[in-house]
């Protein structure tokens, strides 16, 4: 028989679910900053696998998935429990943008964890939410997508060590390309790592990505590895599924050369090898006349790249995985 399970003012017997959030502070309109969560308790032992989303606030699909989660899971057939944060940086969400309009001082929260108890806006969002989650997760996995400026196919993140390589495999059979970039970024991910738990930062989604049914197809995708992960932990019966080959990497962010209109090639695809200096774009000016190119800096594979025409220089127009070999 599992325990009951608090987290903020949420509560959940065991084999029910459970809904709140964690207060973080309150503004001054007197309305709360808070950061909500379902609790899925099962009626066994198990593991506690806990699932976050909305970091960055152009990107919904954590929400969408956890949404599906909840419609799919009993948690009267749950063995361990599943914690549900749809969106960690609630502010960012309402606004539709990357980080927390009324913070300018640590705007990225991907990038500022542990947090800190008297630090800016978002490390004290930050340090409240890594509290629990170090408190009750066995693993984790945080949602991510290319937000409102690109579309990023189906990447993880993740350590090297053979736990953390368990559960990336545990993502089942859409997901074959893993990159060990990024893991001591100060992300929820690395607190994890930091503190031996298995996590992974996944990436699918964003803009282009949200028309009539493509955004669902997206959240079915992130469902559906989910309930593989709680399937291959004896979460949930089923027979779990797995990728037949897992490539391994890291990741090259390639920045804007020049400011104008991306257009990127027709003729590639996403994760599929390329050669070294093969065309991923070029970039016109409002005259239309070509003023750069963005090549493939090695062999490998575009896993992201920009949905958003306009460009400014140094902005983010791929994502590019560098191709060493298989896990
Ligand atoms: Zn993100």
């Known amino acids: 028989m599992n325990e009951i399970i608090e987290i903020g003012t949420a509560k959940a017997n065991p084999g029910t679910i459970g809904e709140g959030k964690m207060i973080v502070e309150t503004l001054a309109g007197g309305g709360d900053i808070?950061?909500?969560?379902?609790?899925?308790?099962?009626?066994?032992?198990?593991?506690?696998?806990?699932?976050?989303?909305?970091?960055?606030?152009?990107?919904?699909?954590?929400?969408l998935t956890c949404s599906l989660l909840k419609?799919?899971?009993?948690?009267?057939?749950?063995s361990g429990s599943v914690i549900l944060v749809p969106v960690i940086n609630v502010p960012a969400m309402e606004a539709a943008e990357r980080g927390n309009p009324l913070d300018t001082f640590s705007y990225d929260m991907n990038r500022i964890y542990p947090g800190r108890k008297d630090g800016y806006f978002s490390e004290r969002i930050?340090?409240?939410?890594?509290?629990?989650?170090?408190?009750?997760a066995d693993m984790e996995i945080s949602i991510h997508?290319?937000?409102?400026h690109s579309y990023l196919a189906e990447a993880m993140f993740a350590a090297t060590d053979e736990k953390t390589q368990e559960l990336s495999r545990a993502m089942g059979e859409d997901w074959r390309v893993c990159l060990y970039s990024n893991v001591t970024s100060k992300s929820p991910m690395a607190v994890?790592?930091?503190?031996?738990?298995?996590?992974?930062?996944?990436?699918?989604?964003?803009?282009?990505?949200t028309g009539p049914g493509k955004f669902l197809e997206v959240g079915n995708?992130?469902?559906?590895?989910?309930?593989?992960?709680?399937?291959?932990y004896k979460m949930i019966e089923g027979v779990p599924h797995y990728p037949s080959l897992r490539q391994k990497g890291y990741q090259q962010a390639l920045l804007a050369p020049k400011s104008g209109i991306f257009l990127s090639n027709p003729k590639i695809n996403f994760l599929t090898m390329m050669k070294k200096n093969d065309l991923i774009a070029t970039?016109?000016?409002?005259?239309?006349?070509?003023?750069?190119?963005?090549?493939a800096p090695e062999d490998g594979m575009i896993f992201g790249l920009r949905a958003l025409p306009n460009v400014t220089i140094g902005e983010w127009c791929c994502f590019f995985a560098i191709i060493e070999g298989e896990w």
Not at 126 to 136: L, N, P, S, T, Y
Not at 221 to 232: D, F
């Open 192 to 209: 994890m790592s930091e503190n031996g738990k298995p996590a992974l930062t996944v990436e699918l989604g964003g803009r282009s990505a």
């Open 145 to 148: 997508s290319g937000g409102s």
């Open 71 to 78: 419609k799919s899971i009993d948690p009267k057939n749950l």
């Open 221 to 232: 995708k992130l469902h559906k590895a989910c309930v593989n992960i709680m399937t291959h």
């Open 126 to 136: 930050a340090h409240i939410h890594k509290e629990w989650m170090v408190k009750f």
């Open 34 to 63: 808070a950061i909500p969560v379902t609790i899925m308790n099962g009626i066994n032992d198990g593991p506690c696998f806990w699932i976050n989303g909305g970091i960055h606030g152009d990107e919904p699909e954590g929400i």
């Open 283 to 295: 970039i016109i000016n409002y005259q239309g006349e070509e003023i750069s190119k963005i090549m």
